[in-house]
């Protein structure tokens, strides 16, 4: 007799999630006691993180979406290294390093400094990260376009789900560079919008930001080829690596610096954002399991429509204020639209397929 294996149910790819989740909310519920000593400032805090949660969960469908693409072509060994080590640095390195090193760059002070200003001058903090969102939107939307924009400037991709766009897209991609004429042309727009050191940050900026995607490409490129060469086993290795971790960067920037619209206390960020960010990992493990990719076919279009979005959404933060729920929950709409048009072929494939059957007698 021969036993069934019961498919992994989508809730357990979640558990490490619930319980980060769990703790996490303790811990804010703890901090909000040490900082108030009330019950309604324990009850303040622990709302907040729940909030930041979701908040980093709605912007980063896309990102999930993205990690599984890439994850998908590493090796197994690889794969483990992303979600392990990639995952302490999505949320140590990012949500705790990152806003410290902004201060530590921008009030030129050392990084024990930075902490204790966070710790116990978190307006000044806030302050600082509020003045530095112009060059880090302009470096993460520039990276971002990019990445969406080669996406849909391939001239091998031959599914198209928005066809009148990408059709064109996919036959001006035999042009080189084109999409990044595209992102010098957008930047030199959105930089005529703005005066004095605001438009030379931007463009600085910017241009960094279209180089390291550039960098990212090559070294990815060469580290991939040189392990290729000594093992074909070692495709997607360490160049993937770095490119999704350069990615996850790139996607974290917004939700850090909305953070600081719901708190300036540095500690209260790091613990709902972590939370979020557990959230994303257990998403990204999920699609490579089931081979959601593949399942739905235009998923993936939404993810990258989506991450295109986020980038004009950064350049247009440069400008005016754009609440962060605008932006995750326009992400989140694209992808679940993208899903229900996936449906809706394999449906329609599935009828079709029987259609064609011939009706056999019983």
């Known amino acids: 007799m021969t036993t069934r294996v019961q498919p992994q149910s989508s809730l357990s790819y979640f558990t490490w999630a619930f319980i980060v989740t769990a703790l996490g909310l303790v811990l804010g519920a703890w901090l909000g006691w040490q900082t108030t000593g009330t019950i309604g400032g324990m009850a303040t805090v622990f709302f907040i993180c729940t909030v930041l949660a979701v908040l980093e969960i709605s912007l980063s469908f896309d990102n999930a979406i993205v990690n599984a693409n890439k994850l998908k072509d590493m090796t197994p060994e690889w794969q483990h290294r992303f979600l392990t080590w990639g995952i302490i640095i999505a949320v140590f390195g990012m949500r705790i390093i990152f806003p410290l090193l ?18 116990k001058q978190p307006e000044e903090y806030a302050r600082i990260m509020h003045e530095a969102h112009l060059p880090i939107a302009a470096f993460g939307g ?13 001239h091998e991709k031959d599914v198209h789900w928005i066809a009148f766009i990408e059709k064109r897209m996919a036959r001006y991609a035999t042009i080189k560079g084109v999409e990044i004429a595209f992102v010098l042309i957008l930047i030199l727009v959105f930089s005529n919008f ?35 060469t000594m093992s074909a086993a070692a ?3 360490l160049g993937a690596f770095i490119y999704l971790e350069v990615l996850d960067a790139s996607f974290s920037f917004d939700g850090v610096i909305g953070a600081f619209a ?3 206390n ?7 954002l972590g939370i979020g960010a557990m959230y994303v990992r257990s998403m990204t493990i999920m699609l490579v399991d089931k081979g959601t990719l593949a399942e ?9 429509y989506a991450i295109l979005i986020l980038s004009v959404i950064m350049y247009c933060q440069t400008l005016v204020h754009i609440p962060e729920v605008i932006t995750g929950l326009g992400g989140a709409g694209l992808i679940g639209i993208s899903l229900w048009s996936s449906i809706r072929y394999n449906r329609r494939e599935l009828a079709e397929a029987h259609g064609a059957q011939p009706v056999e007698n019983v």
Do not use: C, N, W
């Open 194 to 228: 703005l005066e004095g050191e605001a438009a030379d940050s931007f463009v600085y900026s910017a241009i960094y930001g279209l180089l390291t995607f550039l960098a990212v490409e090559v070294v990815g490129g060469l580290l991939d080829a040189s392990q290729q």
């Open 296 to 304: 739905y076919r235009y998923l993936e279009h939404g993810a990258f």
């Open 142 to 154: 520039t990276f971002l376009m990019m990445v969406g924009l080669t996406y849909f400037f391939d």
């Open 102 to 119: 902004i201060v530590v760059i921008a009030a030129q002070i050392g990084p024990i400094e930075a902490i204790v200003l966070a710790a």
């Open 235 to 237: 495709k997607g290795g």
């Open 262 to 264: 719901l708190t300036q």
């Open 266 to 272: 540095l500690f209260i960020i790091a613990i709902g």
